[in-house]
């Protein structure tokens, strides 16, 4: 008997029976998070004042890339959300920019668009959104195929975009309608809004949070990671005079004829995560027996950002406040799920650029963009020097749209066009610092600099004859607050961050990209990478 325990332990140790809790397993939930506008830097600018189950919950029992960054241009909510979930960047998966022009339909096409959808639930004029526009599968889709789609994804999100993308083709998706208050999705997801979605909206939760003012959570002279309240460089609410505290929501819903306030308070935040907690209980997510994905996307960070900068009292309140409610969001899923059973990860869709004004009043070369100035020039000189015509189709998101049609008819070539305009312009504009052909974005392969974050962009169907780049801390904006889309670090610079199945403590300096993100997942998870997926997967948290 002695020998034949003998011989069963050594079997044992040589082939060891694997539990529950062994990696080969999968979370019962996976949980995207995406902060709208998030720099990096806050987890680091804000932190002696953020609580422990928060942003410092991720940083301390996660694992962080501090160096993560986009990888392409143009940095924008569309195609961060798309790049993010693909694993890809716009020269592969379309979303080319929230909104661009399309030459066979001669106008300009949003990012969610879809006319042969209709609104379910909220208004009409907010329900034609579907993913269709995004050419290759996500990391929601391919966790549905895995499972012959018994997992459930849901996307959720204040902005349309925000949900419908990273819930891929295969998932559902709710978003806000700011003219009823409420969440909505379309036809192409459902003929109905389900029942716990009714639910919600029937709180009418958007007239109480608009129903107070916004305060500093804190004595506002306590706010020392930002410049003073009263600037000139912030731009006020409509009805406002100046940007100071307290908002007075009530009183500036008199000047607003719907509810898409509560998009640039914290109190957007606070409505996000009432829906994310209402699609965890009415789906059952991560309760069923397979791993369900929650993508959450948190939109008024950058209503916030856009409007008072990132140097504002209002992001540090807003930040301090979305810590507070992470750690709630992180006890709850503990709570119903048990702390290692599921996996998050937090990232952000862009970063933003410092105000142009603020900027140059700290003596730091700064400017904005004078783009129709640009394009009128850009007429006039096609006409002088190819004849009278409709010359310059379009001219957004830094990209100018030639005539084809008319080049053909004048026997110009467009290769001409592009590189005597586009000389033109760089010499003689103040701002823009580089100016590269179409021709050139396919006829050669960029492997580093600016100029490959531009070809990562660059879609041959859909995008522009030329692409600028414009010099540092220059906007192409003329209104007061700030924007993104550049492929600078202050718009590229993002979190990349892990926590819970089977991450490791840890961080690392390592140069990462953002489409690192779903082959990680992939890895995790065992599915198989997203159809257009270029990125790689973070050997730091697998391996």
Not at 243 to 266: K, Q, R, V
Not at 431 to 436: A, L, N, S, T
Not at 471 to 486: D, I
Request: charge should be negative; proline fraction near 4%; hydrophobic fraction near 35%.
């Amino acid at each position: 008997m002695k020998n034949l325990f003998t011989i069963v332990c050594l079997i044992t140790l040589a082939f060891p029976v694997f539990s529950q809790s062994n990696t080969t397993q999968k979370p019962k939930l996976v949980v995207g998070i995406v902060v709208d506008q998030m720099r990096q830097e806050y987890f680091y600018k804000y932190q002696d004042r953020f609580v422990e189950g928060g942003f410092k919950r991720l940083m301390n029992e996660g694992f962080m890339m501090k160096n993560a960054h986009y990888n392409y241009i143009p940095t924008y909510t569309g195609p961060g959300h798309a790049s993010v979930y693909t694993g890809t960047t716009p020269a592969t998966h379309g979303i080319i920019a929230n909104n661009w022009y399309v030459r066979s339909l001669d106008r300009m096409i949003y990012c969610a668009e879809d006319s042969t959808v209709t609104a379910v639930g909220g208004t009409e004029k907010n329900g034609q959104i579907s993913p269709r526009n995004m050419l290759s599968t996500t990391i929601s889709d391919e966790l549905r195929f895995s499972t012959n789609k018994r997992s459930k994804v849901v996307g959720i999100a204040l902005k349309d975009r925000g949900a419908s993308l990273p819930a891929g083709h295969l998932g559902d998706a709710y978003w806000y309608d700011s003219k009823t208050g409420e969440f909505m999705t379309s036809t192409y997801y459902h003929q109905e809004l389900p029942e716990w979605v009714k639910k919600l909206n029937d709180k009418k939760l958007v007239e109480k949070y608009l129903s107070q003012k916004w305060e500093t959570l804190f004595p506002i002279e306590t706010y020392t990671q930002s410049i003073e309240d009263d600037n000139p460089f912030e731009g006020p609410f409509i009805g406002m005079e100046t940007t100071s505290f307290p908002h007075d929501l009530p009183a500036l819903m008199e000047y607003n004829d719907d509810f898409g306030l509560i998009s640039t308070t914290p109190f957007g935040n606070s409505l996000t995560l009432d829906m994310a907690y209402a699609a965890l209980e009415g789906e059952q997510l991560g309760k069923r027996g397979e791993t369900d994905l929650l993508a959450v996307s948190f939109s008024s960070p950058d209503y916030i950002g856009h409007r008072f900068g990132p140097t504002s009292v209002e992001v540090e309140d807003n930040y301090l406040r979305l810590d507070r409610e992470l750690e709630e969001f992180f006890n709850h899923l503990d709570k119903e799920y048990g702390k290692d059973e599921y996996l998050v990860f937090l990232t952000a869709d862009h970063a933003v650029a410092d105000i142009v004004d603020y900027m140059l009043s700290e003596n730091v070369p700064a400017g904005n963009f004078n783009s129709r100035s640009v394009l009128t020039q850009m007429r006039g000189y096609c006409s002088i020097n190819y004849g009278e015509g409709n010359w310059v189709l379009n001219f957004t998101n830094e990209q100018v749209f030639f005539n084809h049609e008319l080049a053909k008819e004048k026997g110009i070539a467009i290769e001409k066009i592009q590189r005597e305009v586009g000389e033109f312009i760089l010499n003689r504009y103040e701002g823009i610092k580089e100016v590269y052909t179409a021709v050139d974005m396919r006829r050669l392969e960029y492997l580093e600099g600016r100029k490959s974050l531009l070809q990562m962009g660059y879609n041959h169907k859909a995008s522009g004859d030329l692409l600028l780049i414009l010099e540092p801390a220059w906007l192409s904006s003329s209104y007061k607050g700030t924007t993104h889309g550049t492929g600078y670090t202050y718009d590229t610079h993002v979190p990349i961050v892990f926590m819970g199945w089977n991450v490791p403590q840890g961080s690392s300096s390592r140069y990462v990209t953002i489409t690192d993100i779903a082959p990680t997942l992939s890895m995790m998870l065992g599915t198989r990478l997203p159809n257009g997926a270029s990125g790689q997967p973070i050997l730091e948290i697998l391996d």
